[in-house]
């Protein structure tokens, strides 16, 4: 399709490079021969299709030629493709990391990440590419993980509700006003401003917009950038650029100024010179003596002098401002609710023998699959008469369920994203007769890294067992259960304005498990980013307008190590977290292009039982 629409660099398109697979090499480790074949495919695949632009393989060492093995993680200084004619390429330089359900929110300080980047160029490398620049949403069911949280926010330098600005002079307007998205240009007196449009932006837009070279001031600062880590960035790209007459010139000559202390310098033939000096210590500031004059490099540091003379800029000293980002009141809602009933069957469900792998049965098209049984209690059980009732185990292999006793919640259990197996335990209330065992099982995400995922199980696997019976311990795990997949609701749409109409709200219950809720409101006035506050729910998921915002969780906290903050050594996840003890997502992004002026439809579905009257629209903005 790319090549067809004539968008390759080769046929005068924007597109200069293009990746086959991703991150497959650790997985060929345990693949053997196949494995190998099928890189050898894929590379041979891509090349042939002869779209004139060259092809990487992130993390595959054995990329065959002319394919370019490339480097993807916190840093790649070390790296070397496996022919030294290739480029030196790191296609993912981690700006941050995931946020997990239950999890804190990981920080990747900007001293660190500029360190990396320094690191990179001055040993060599030829491109940088960032994972996230722009943070994002996973909107739906689309988070993997399992257990990955919605905001896939990634602590970039955007952060996943984008930025906008209004330009002063626009071919294209609405209210005299342009939006447009771009990266990075600089800062003068708190305000952006852009140079060249025709040369920069047109190539990004083409036809799209037609603006007149002209100096353009943009009238409203770039608030909603994550600073100073946007900012810092921005500060080192522009002095890279300023020693790009060196750096492609030749290879560095490397000196030693120290245990700890390196100078990298890269010369041309026609006078040019560039100096990277570097301090590797975590601890020690250092000064250090080159080309007779004395610089103080901060510890775990880059200086980098664009004309070996002058430090023009350091990776540990930040000059881009710090953005202060709130999010602000706007509104409450008035809800409606609707129950599910754990007593009722629908027609879709099925018996089988035994117990069954949970995706195996949904395909993934819903998280949710009900596993019923009965147990039949005889009158002279000895627990009916001294009250000490039976003890229910039930084992799954993730991610949460719910377990209920005659239409009653006996109890939730959930695993994490280090343990997605789960186990719940409980005395249960059984009568003599028949006894109903309903067990919602719910998933959090598929896995999206490993191998075989289709031995990555979820469910309810078993033992399911009681004790405490006449007969000691029953093992309920091979006798009939009734399965259905999905809730009601889902099956009626009531998520949807037409299927809303399919069923009876009524007043809005709260601490109430399985409840739906639903509320219509206005668009906000303005422009500003938009989010949920769903900190007094559960656990759920989120709809607007028939469109998922994706599954909530704020009633999961964080646990895990929140401590002091520092730059300066190597850095990993774990390093610089927050919002422990706090949930791991409390806000959850509403794009306004999914609202209408007015009658917006606002769908909850609560599993665990939350109060829906805490639930507010706020707006994300600058102090």
Not at 289 to 301: A, D, E, F, R, V
Not at 438 to 452: A, D
Request: proline share 5%; glycine share 10%; net charge neutral.
């Amino acid at each position: 399709m790319m090549k067809s629409e004539g968008l390759f660099e080769s046929q005068g398109g924007p597109i200069i490079l293009s990746q086959i697979e991703n991150e497959y090499g650790p997985v060929e480790y345990y693949g053997g021969a196949a494995a190998k074949n099928y890189v050898t495919w894929a590379a041979q695949m891509a090349v042939g299709l002869n779209t004139g632009v060259p092809w990487v393989m992130c993390k595959q060492d054995d990329a065959p030629d002319p394919v370019i093995n490339a480097c993807n993680g916190f840093y790649c200084d070390y790296f070397s493709p496996n022919k030294p004619y290739k480029p030196t390429l790191w296609t993912e330089a981690w700006t941050g990391w995931f946020t997990a359900f239950g999890g804190p929110v990981p920080h990747r300080p900007v001293e660190d990440l500029a360190f990396a980047v320094a690191r990179f160029i001055q040993k060599g490398g030829s491109f940088v590419n960032y994972y996230m620049y722009h943070g994002g949403t996973n909107f739906g069911r689309t988070a993997g993980g399992p257990f990955i949280s919605t905001s896939y926010d990634y602590d970039a330098p955007i952060d996943e509700y984008g930025m906008q600005f209004f330009f002063n002079n626009c071919a294209i307007s609405f209210r005299k006003k342009c939006t447009v998205f771009f990266l990075a240009w600089g800062w003068e007196d708190d305000k952006v401003v852009i140079t060249h449009l025709e040369n920069y932006l047109g190539e990004i837009l083409g036809n799209l917009f037609k603006i007149k070279r002209r100096l353009v001031v943009i009238q409203s600062p770039l608030s909603l950038l994550r600073q100073p880590k946007w900012g810092h960035l921005r500060d080192l790209h522009k002095v890279i650029k300023m020693c790009e007459p060196a750096l492609v010139s030749g290879d560095p000559t490397v000196t030693k100024l120290g245990n700890y202390h390196e100078a990298h310098v890269y010369r041309s033939k026609t006078g040019a010179c560039a100096a990277f000096l570097s301090n590797f210590n975590p601890y020690s500031y250092a000064s250090v003596t080159y080309n007779g004059m004395k610089y103080n490099i901060p510890s775990w540091s880059i200086s980098i002098l664009p004309d070996c003379k002058t430090a023009v800029f350091n990776t540990a000293k930040v000059g881009a401002p710090t953005s202060q980002i709130k999010m602000t009141w706007v509104h409450r809602f008035s809800w409606e609710s609707f129950s599910e009933d754990t007593n009722s069957l629908g027609d879709n469900s099925f018996t089988k023998d035994g117990l069954v792998e949970q995706i195996s049965m949904t395909w993934d098209r819903t998280d949710y699959l009900w596993y019923t049984s009965y147990v039949n209690i005889d009158s002279n059980e000895q627990f009916l008469k001294n009250g000490r009732y039976p003890f229910l185990t039930v084992m799954s292999a993730g991610h949460s369920m719910h377990v209920f006793i005659n239409g009653e919640r006996a109890g939730t259990v959930y695993g994490s994203l280090d343990n997605p197996k789960l186990t719940f335990t409980g005395n249960v209330k059984l009568w003599a007769g028949s006894n109903k065992i309903s067990i919602l099982s719910v998933t959090v995400g598929l896995p999206n890294v490993g191998n075989h995922f289709e031995t990555w199980n979820a469910g309810v696997l078993g033992p399911v067992t009681l004790e405490g019976l006449n007969e000691g311990k029953r093992d309920l795990s091979s006798q009939k259960w009734i399965y259905q997949i999905g809730l009601r609701g889902e099956s009626l749409s009531i998520h949807t304005l037409s299927g809303s109409s399919s069923v009876e709200w009524g007043g809005a219950s709260t601490k109430q498990p399985l409840t739906w809720y639903k509320a219509f409101f206005n668009a906000p006035a303005g422009n500003e980013p938009l989010a949920l506050d769903m900190s007094s729910m559960g656990k759920g998921q989120i709809w607007i307008n028939g469109q998922s915002i994706g599954r909530y969780w704020p009633a999961y906290k964080a646990y895990g190590s929140c401590d002091r903050c520092d730059y300066r050594g190597t850095y990993n996840e774990k390093k610089c977290q927050t919002n422990c003890g706090e949930p791991s997502q409390k806000w959850y992004h509403v794009p306004r292009a999914w609202l209408n002026p007015t009658g917006n439809l606002l769908v909850v579905f609560e599993e665990w039982g939350g109060d829906p009257t805490g639930i507010s629209m706020v707006k994300r903005v600058a102090r």
